[in-house]
């Protein structure tokens, strides 16, 4: 077993999730696409890796996370899982993968269960994909839902701007968060909407919801490039950074470069 950097080593389970929440202690939660990254982050006491289609923008480099397909999250799952004894793993469905039908839904869910080994999937939406929802769980597979600024529906919005500052989407966000529950779900991820709503729908709520630039909730999740400062370029209000490794890197990449012409690497030492 790795060495970890917290007491409770015990595998986090969607079970355990619940019981956080009922015993008052938050969730932290961060996204990986790849076996370094999610060795590293597990090690560090993580509790829950969201393998999140943010590898669409992250990894790829493209504008939305809609381009990302189930193959290429089955792949960066099966990354992720070989490399985590701790977390619980949450997996991504991709956009179209779960929209067209309950049917399609489950199939899809099937596959990335047995070909990744991952411990549960995320789908966005509320009462528009429920059927879908409802079919995934029937089959046994934990489902954590996610409301508020969906980026699958990103060109529905045409903004990037906080969700449900206006009581009618208020009023439906807190109706989808209870019809998920009330589905199965064991936890929801409300991102960037106000913080009083936030607080609403965790008090109504016996399954955590985790915040990402929603204010306090029962777990926090960030995008594990971005509070690592790799993604140097995106700073929301919401994001706090914890280092500056693109600084890091682009220093430590500069001095190699610079040793390899004065010819100053490899020295004796590094021969053989
Ligand atoms: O894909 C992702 O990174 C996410 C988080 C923003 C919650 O869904």
Known sequence: MANYLVEDTRKVTT????????????IAMLTAYDYTMA??????????????DSASNVMAGNFTTLPITVDQMIYHAKSVVRAVN??????????????????EAVTNAIRIMKETHCDALKLEGGEEIIDAVKRILAAGIPVCG????TPQSINKFGTYAVRAREQAEADKLVADALLLQ?????????????????ARVCSQLSIPVIGIGGGPADGQVLVGQDMLGINDGFKPKFLRHYANLAETIADAVSQYVSDVKSGDFPNANECY
């Open 15 to 26: 079970h355990r999730c619940i019981e956080m929440k009922q015993q008052g202690k938050k």
């Open 39 to 52: 060795r590293i982050i597990d090690r560090a006491g993580i509790d829950i890796i969201l393998v999140g």
């Open 86 to 103: 701790r977390a619980l793993v949450v997996c991504d469905m991709p956009f179209g993968s779960y929209q067209v039908s309950a049917t």
């Open 146 to 149: 996610h409301l508020g600024l």
């Open 182 to 198: 009330e589905a199965g779900c064991f936890a929801i991820v409300l991102e960037k909407i106000p913080a009083v709503l936030c």
